[in-house]
Structures are given as structure tokens and as C-alpha cells.
């Protein structure tokens, strides 16, 4: 058994990110002590390390607690929890696309600054260069 301290330390995070997880109904089946304290066994500190996964994916807290609601379903909420996953999954794959070009983009910035250097050229005008129309960022963004 884990104190909330104990449980923030396992899982890098801290106390009142726990605390808030817990009143705001993320972490089901609290379990607490004589002194009132709350307490998490291993299957909770694997359930909030879910959690902390789906905020990474980018999922707000009522995104996440509509999820852990599905969860709770069990079986029968599979095909809308597989929904939800594919559709983060795609903004991912968006936001990484994204990322790749914006590193291309410093990239393709740099060895051009580099050269204007080495060469005493002027670049003021570096970021209006006709290569820049290859840098095309999407629309939707990962919230």
C-alpha cells in the first residue's frame, strides 16, 4: 500500500495532481484509512500511470474522465474506447509530422544563415525565401 506521497513518487508527479485526480473522479474506488488518508495499491498506481498516459496523448481532463467512465463499462464500451484512441492516435501522428517539419524548417534555416556567413551575405530577408512555401504546417492542432 501507498501513501499519497508514496504514490507521487512512484508515479513523478506531484501531490496535488494526485489530489486533483482523485475529487475529479479519475481514479475510481478510493480507498482510505482509519485517519481518513487516502491509500493506493499497485493497481491504482498502474491505473494513474493510464491516466498520465492519456494526458500525454493529449487528452483534457473531461476527454480522460469520459474515458475512465467507458472503462468502467467494461466490454461493451471497447468499440467507443477503440474510436477515441484512433482518433487521438491520428492527432498524434499529425503533431509528430508537424514537429518533423518545423525541425527541417530550423534545419533548412540554419545552413541558410550559415552560408549567408561564411559568405558576408545580407539575410534579412531569410524568412521570406522562396523555399519557405515547402513548410507547410497543418490546421489542426493537438490541444
Not at 63 to 72: A, D, G, K, P, T
Request: hydrophobic share 35%; with cysteine.
Amino acid at each position: 500500500m501507498y501513501s499519497m506521497k508514496q504514490a507521487c513518487e512512484q508515479l513523478g508527479i506531484n501531490y496535488d495532481t494526485l489530489k486533483f485526480y482523485c475529487r475529479a473522479g479519475l481514479v475510481p474506488d478510493i480507498k482510505r484509512n482509519s485517519n481518513n488518508y487516502r491509500y493506493f495499491n499497485d493497481e491504482d498506481i498502474a491505473w494513474i500511470r493510464g491516466l498520465l498516459c492519456l494526458k500525454h496523448c493529449g487528452m483534457g481532463i473531461r476527454e480522460m474522465r469520459s474515458f475512465v467512465e467507458l472503462c468502467q463499462l467494461g466490454h461493451q464500451s471497447i468499440p467507443e474506447r477503440l474510436q477515441i484512441l484512433s482518433e487521438k492516435q491520428k492527432a498524434l501522428k499529425t503533431h509528430i509530422a508537424d514537429l518533423k517539419l518545423a525541425l527541417d524548417f530550423i534545419e533548412y534555416k540554419r545552413r541558410s544563415l550559415n552560408e549567408a556567413l561564411e559568405n558576408q551575405q545580407d539575410a534579412t530577408m531569410l524568412l521570406t525565401s522562396d523555399n519557405n512555401e515547402k513548410f507547410r504546417f497543418s490546421e489542426n492542432r493537438m490541444r
